[in-house]
């Protein structure tokens, strides 16, 4: 399987829509709905798992996670890897283990690990002092060997602005703010200004972002990447969680399996027909066994 890198990508587009992957189907379906990138989501990550997103799994379940999504479709991969995973020294074999896994972008926050989801509490949530999470953001930059740093940060504005310039002075390719780092459209254009525009958004399930962040609007404000982390896990969850409750409640399994994807779409969607076609290849009939046996 063949693919362009993020970088490669954004030479060409001027916005690049990512919605949030957490296994090799959520994102052979992305890569089937026209998406020309995906993202391995922390959030979607952690809810496969059935655990919170609050940096519960390992960065060897997350890298495994990554190298699944990886091997589930061709497009460029932008990887979650939450705070890096330690010091400035261990972010930097977060990110080789991250590009060895197949990611070609990768974004960091500055929290305090392990971190909290922030439109899951009320209050601000931790972060390390800025000096620290730039040194982190050099490493990773030191580490990239081709791979996009994108910086994240927490804060909140003027703090949210003073942050990411850091980061950007650090070496990071592009910046995101979290949904919560500025309140309104006229916030994010006066810190576009600022920061030199590149910038990274999340349009996060339930937020104001996701309704306000047009692609006419995403575009005003410089942003290249707009990642649509939860939207898709939210669907799957939905959609399970509605069937089995009709199974439960003692509705036919067939008119439930006819409101869902069909059947014989399965088997196609993940290769099948493919590893039939190999099988045929590479695979020696019953009379060329014969064949070989009797030769020797």
Known sequence: MTTTSVAQ???HERLVYAPGAWDGLSAR???RAGFRAVCSSGYAIS????????????????????????????????ADIDTGYGNAVNVMRTV???????ASAVFMEDQVAPKKEPLWVNQPVPLIP??????????????????????????HGDDARRRLGAYRAAGADLLMPVTRSFSSVEEWSDASEELGRDLVSTITAGTWVEKEFTREVLLEL????????????????????????RLYDGEPAT???A????????????????????QAKYHASQSELTAIEGGM
């Open 29 to 31: 379906l992305i890569e």
């Open 130 to 155: 800025i000096e620290e999470a730039a040194g982190k953001i050099r490493a990773a930059k030191d580490a990239a060997d081709g791979v996009l740093i994108i910086a994240r940060t927490d804060a």
């Open 96 to 102: 080789n283990q991250a590009r060895n896994a197949g």
């Open 222 to 245: 410089g942003v290249r990447i707009a990642l649509l982390p939860n939207q898709a896990v939210h669907a799957a969850a939905g959609a399970i969680a509605n069937a089995l409750q």
């Open 47 to 78: 809810a496969s798992l059935g655990m919170p997103d609050a940096e519960l799994y390992t960065m060897t379940e997350n890298i495994g996670a990554i190298r699944r999504i990886r091997e589930g479709c061709s497009l460029p991969l932008i």
């Open 9 to 11: 990508l954004l030479e």
């Open 259 to 278: 409101d869902g994807m069909a059947p014989k779409e399965i088997p196609a969607l993940l290769g099948f027909p493919e590893i039939l076609e190999l």
């Open 255 to 257: 008119d439930v399996t």
